[in-house]
T-cell receptor, first 116, second 110 residues
Framework: GAGVSQTPSNKVTEKGKYVELRCDPI?????LYWYRQSLGQGPEFLIY????????DSGLPNDRFFAVRPEGSVSTLKIQRTERGDSAVYLC??????????????FGPGTRLTVL | DAKTTQPNSMESNEEEPVHLPCNHS???????IHWYRQLPSQGPEYVIH???SNVNNRMASLAIAEDRKSSTLILHRATLRDAAVYYC???????????FGTGTRLTIIP
C-alpha cells in the first residue's frame, strides 16, 4: 500500500517568509509525528498527534512553528517568519501504536527546506 | 529516555555478516530497544525492535545481552543496499517519540 507522502519534496524560500509543509500519513494510522533533521545529525522530534490533537508539542523550537491535523489524517507544519537556521529536512512519520508499546514509525521521504 | 552509545562508523565487506553494537548501560526495565536505519536521501526505516529476548525478522536479528545493558544488530549477509546510518534507540513504555543520536554510518565494501 501507499506509504507516507510529503509535499513539496523541496522548498526554497526567503528569510521572513511563511511556509507550509504537508504530510499524508498511511491510511488508518492515528499517530503522526514531525521531526527535523539538520545536516549530519539524527532526526529531532518536533510534535506528535494522536488523532486530531497535538499530544506532545514539546519539540517545537519556538512559537514560529505550528502544526495542525484538523481531520485526523493529513497534517500541515507551518513556519512563520522563516530564518536561515530553519533550513533542514522536515520528516513526517505515522504509526498505529506509540513507539513505547512496540509501535513502528513509518517515515516519509522528507521535505528539504532551504531559507535564503 | 536512556542514552545509547554507538560507534560513529563501521565498514564491512559485501556478503559478510555485520555486527553493529549499541551500549545502553542506563536502560530501564520498561525500555524497548528499537533499531532504525536511514539510507542516503531517504527517511528513516524501521529495522527491528525487542524488549528482553533476541528477535529475528527478514531484515536482521537483534541480540540483547542478558543484563540488557547492550545489544547488537546483526545483518547476516550485507549487501551494498545496506549502506546506511543505523540508529539504536531506547523508548520507554508509553512514550511516543523517537530520540535519535548520531548513529553508526555503515559502509559496505564491494
Amino acid at each position: 500500500g501507499a506509504g507516507v507522502s510529503q509535499t513539496p519534496s523541496n522548498k526554497v524560500t526567503e528569510k521572513g517568509k511563511y511556509v507550509e509543509l504537508r504530510c499524508d500519513p498511511i491510511s488508518g494510522h492515528t499517530a503522526l509525528y514531525w521531526y527535523r533533521q539538520s545536516l549530519g545529525q539524527g532526526p529531532e522530534f518536533l510534535i506528535y498527534f494522536q488523532g486530531t490533537g497535538a499530544a506532545d508539542d514539546s519539540g517545537l523550537p519556538n512559537d514560529r512553528f505550528f502544526a495542525v491535523r484538523p481531520e485526523g489524517s493529513v497534517s500541515t507544519l507551518k513556519i512563520q517568519r522563516t530564518e536561515r537556521g530553519d533550513s533542514a529536512v522536515y520528516l513526517c512519520a505515522s504509526s498505529l501504536q506509540v513507539a513505547g508499546e512496540g509501535g513502528t514509525q513509518y517515515f516519509g521521504p522528507g521535505t528539504r527546506l532551504t531559507v535564503l | 529516555d536512556a542514552k545509547t552509545t554507538q560507534p560513529n562508523s563501521m565498514e564491512s565487506n559485501e556478503e559478510e555478516p555485520v555486527h553493529l553494537p549499541c551500549n545502553h548501560s542506563t536502560i530501564s526495565g520498561t525500555d524497548y530497544i528499537h533499531w532504525y536505519r536511514q539510507l542516503p536521501s531517504q527517511g528513516p526505516e524501521y529495522v527491528i525492535h525487542g524488549l528482553t529476548s533476541n528477535v529475528n525478522n527478514r531484515m536482521a536479528s537483534l541480540a540483547i545481552a542478558e543484563d540488557r545493558k547492550s545489544s547488537t544488530l546483526i545483518l547476516h549477509r550485507a549487501t551494498l543496499r545496506d549502506a546506511a546510518v543505523y540508529y539504536c534507540i531506547l523508548i520507554d513504555f508509553g512514550n511516543e517519540k523517537l530520540t535519535f543520536g548520531t548513529g553508526t554510518r555503515l559502509t559496505i565494501i564491494p
